[in-house]
Nanobody
């Protein structure tokens, strides 16, 4: 069974920080280090959007809206991917999901709410 489980969401004031985690389990992750991993988010009434991506080699990409505020990282030994979110803004409020790039494997999401 393939599972992606996100955690770390919550309520934070504008300007604050949160660190999201995503733990992977299942047979396909025997070679977790070979997968590119994504963080997406979906705000109420909006389409799901890609926030950050990290390749197997550690290369990263970010949406313009989060550049210089968010940092994606991974721990291959623990089969985890992280999203450090700093200087949070109310417009960052959304459900955040991790995903295996190029697949239909999604986590259940974790809610991030930023109050002004």
């Amino acid at each position: 069974q393939v599972q992606l489980v996100e955690s770390g969401g919550g309520l934070v004031q504008s300007g604050g920080s949160l660190r999201l985690s995503c733990a992977a389990s299942g047979y396909i992750f025997s070679f977790y280090n070979t997968y590119t991993m994504d963080w997406y988010r979906q705000a109420p009434g909006k389409q799901r959007e890609l926030v950050a991506r990290i390749t197997s080699g550690g290369g990263t990409n970010y949406a313009d809206s989060v550049k210089d505020r968010f940092t994606i990282s991974r721990d291959n030994a623990k089969k985890m991917v992280f999203l450090q979110m700093n200087r949070l803004k109310p417009e960052d409020t959304a459900v955040y999901y991790c995903k295996v790039y190029g697949s239909d494997y999604w986590g259940q999401g974790t809610q991030v709410t930023v109050s002004s």
